[in-house]
């Protein structure tokens, strides 16, 4: 039997504000987002059916990739390998200094 829930309980189950839940509403009426759209009830109340919340979630979790590194955070990753490059080098002509003596 499907459940009829309302803006707090949708919330609730995706442990979010209802400020959240508002904002992905609005982002899926102008198309941007595959936020299940309410049903239509008299009295303009939000209601979602919880077929619909469990489909979406489903579908997030196998959209899910990877967050892509901003330019910012793969200059970082960079200098921090070169850094552990240049820390290996000079364990290595240590440790071969000591083998020549």
């Known amino acids: 039997m499907t459940e009829i829930l309302l803006i707090h309980e949708v919330a609730a189950r995706l442990k979010v504000s209802k400020s959240s839940i508002n904002r992905w509403l609005g982002l899926a009426r102008r198309g941007e987002s595959t936020f299940p759209l309410p049903l239509s009830t008299p009295g303009g109340k939000c209601r979602w059916t919880s077929e619909s919340i469990d489909c979406w979630i489903q579908s997030q979790a196998a959209a899910a990739s990877p ?8 200059r970082r990753n960079a200098k921090a390998s070169q ?19």
């Open 67 to 74: 967050v892509p590194s901003t330019p910012r955070q793969k």
């Open 83 to 101: 850094e552990r490059q240049a820390s290996v080098d000079r364990q290595l002509d240590r440790f071969r200094s000591k083998g020549n003596s």
